[in-house]
């Protein structure tokens, strides 16, 4: 028979480079599940070594932080306890990003402009059944069944885009890529900027991030 919420003792985690934003989602982690522990962070380094020391159950984590993207640390969390659940709360536009983090291990997605009550309703949902997936979310997730490469932002990208972002991820720059491929500097500089823009990205560390998860080298 399975434990009511209200008697569960869930080991959570909250990670947010913003204190108000992790004491707001505790507030209601406490109202759904009065007997939860509850572990703060607002280091991404810090997110890992909870996981492995305290036996977190349920982590609830923005997509960034100043020290960069979440994304490339899903499959490390997963890697250290695959039963646990992973619900992304940020303020990245859902339709642009839910996938990717979908794709590296989140078990849910969740916008921070949602009003107050529906925040409250997606963490019940996901503490109940250890996922929450918006309208946005399984309409995306649907359109993927019939398009599996919009789960790999990846392909938007020329075989010539590629290469290059492949070597922009092995630590090559501009120079060095420049002179690999026998083309103009200005020309690799032009290039970068068509693949941020189509990746809807803004630094190297989220594009290292996306060809590691999403580049079979």
Request: proline share 3%; net charge negative.
């Amino acid at each position: 028979m399975e434990v009511p919420t209200e008697n569960k003792e869930i080991i959570f985690l909250l990670a947010d480079d913003h204190s108000i934003v992790r004491q707001g989602m505790e507030i209601v982690i406490n109202d759904i599940v009065p007997k939860a522990t509850i572990y703060h962070t607002s280091s991404l380094q810090q997110v890992i070594e909870l996981v492995e020391s305290k036996g977190i159950e349920m982590a609830i984590i923005d997509a960034h932080f100043p020290e960069g993207n979440s994304l490339h640390i899903l499959p490390q969390m997963k890697a250290l306890n695959p039963d646990i659940k992973i619900l992304i709360f940020t303020g990245l536009e859902e339709e642009l990003h839910a996938l990717k983090f979908i794709k590296a291990g989140a078990n849910g997605y969740l916008s921070k402009l949602s009003e107050e009550d529906e925040i409250r309703e997606a963490l019940s949902t996901f503490i109940q059944k250890g996922e929450f997936f918006s309208d946005i979310s399984r309409n995306l997730l649907v359109q993927f069944i019939y398009n599996p490469n919009l789960m790999n932002p990846l392909t938007s990208l020329t075989k010539r885009e590629m290469e290059i972002a492949a070597m922009y991820a092995e630590g090559y720059g501009n120079l060095e890529i420049a002179n690999t491929l026998d083309i103009k500097q200005n020309t690799v500089s032009t290039i970068k900027k068509n693949i941020f823009e189509k990746l809807k990205i803004e630094n190297i560390v989220e594009l290292i991030d996306l060809v590691k998860i999403h580049h079979k080298i």
